[in-house]
Antibody, heavy 121, light 107 residues
Framework: QVQLVESGGGLVKPGGSLRLSCTAS????????LSWIRQAPGKGLEWVSG????????NYADSVKGRFTISRDNAKNSLYLQMNTLRAEDTAVYYC??????????????WGQGTTVTVSS | DIQMTQSPSSLSASVGDRVTITCRAS??????FNWYQQKAGKAPKVLIY???SLQSGVPSRFSGSGSGTDFTLTISSLQPEDFATYYC?????????FGQGTKLEIK
């Protein structure tokens, strides 16, 4: 079935780095724009970053620009988020999500189960 | 960035009630607008896309309306499984911002 599975979360010290992965199955990975969305403990959803199907363009929230890098490997059906210079406020569950389009109206129709990142000394 | 403002932030209601949640965008976003439902410990699930289109598999008691800056999610008759947190989102431009959420609780 159509599925996204995140991995790579964990405990990291402030200033440290972490790389998240998201592996897809059940659909043609290379056809879709993908996003990372996070949710801090007890808080709402924050869209973090997105990447086009062929990696030709990427987008970032201001809160992570210059520190996080999104990438993908279509041959491996995998999406990545390299997170550098981590801060306590980056502590969150990180979801990957597929963006789909219906008549150019975009929605995130498939989500992974999330991976938890904790930034603490 | 486009700001999304949801109201109310929390809501108590009973099974069978009709419930309405609203969301306002800081600028016109046409119908580039979605509603999501999130249950505790789970990933969000899309309910409504393009402001008023029901996602496949979502019960017909959910409906969405609006265009431009003002949007509404209506649940016509609350069921026990509908108690959750609801988020609006604009998909007009990145960053694809979300509202702060509406927690729907049992009265």
């Amino acid at each position: 079935q159509v599925q996204l599975v995140e991995s790579g979360g964990g405990l990291v010290k402030p200033g440290g780095s972490l790389r998240l992965s998201c592996t897809a199955s059940g659909f043609t990975f290379s056809d879709y724009y993908l996003s990372w969305i996070r949710q801090a403990p007890g808080k709402g959803l924050e869209w973090v970053s997105g990447i086009s199907s062929s990696s030709s363009y990427t987008n970032y929230a201001d809160s992570v620009k210059g520190r996080f890098t999104i990438s993908r490997d279509n041959a491996k059906n995998s999406l990545y988020l390299q997170m550098n210079t981590l801060r306590a406020e980056d502590t969150a569950v990180y979801y990957c999500a597929r963006r789909t389009a219906s008549d150019y109206y975009y929605t995130m129709d498939v989500w992974g189960q999330g991976t938890t990142v904790t930034v603490s000394s | 960035d486009i700001q999304m403002t949801q109201s109310p932030s929390s809501l108590s209601a009973s099974v069978g009630d009709r419930v309405t949640i609203t969301c306002r965008a800081s600028q016109s976003i046409s119908s580039y607008f979605n509603w999501y439902q999130q249950k505790a410990g789970k990933a969000p699930k899309v309910l409504i896309y393009a402001a008023s289109s029901l996602q496949s598999g979502v019960p017909s008691r959910f409906s969405g309306s609006g265009s431009g800056t003002d949007f509404t999610l209506t649940i016509s008759s609350l069921q026990p499984e509908d108690f959750a947190t609801y988020y609006c989102q604009q998909s007009y431009s990145t960053p694809y911002t979300f509202g702060q959420g509406t927690k729907l609780e049992i009265k």
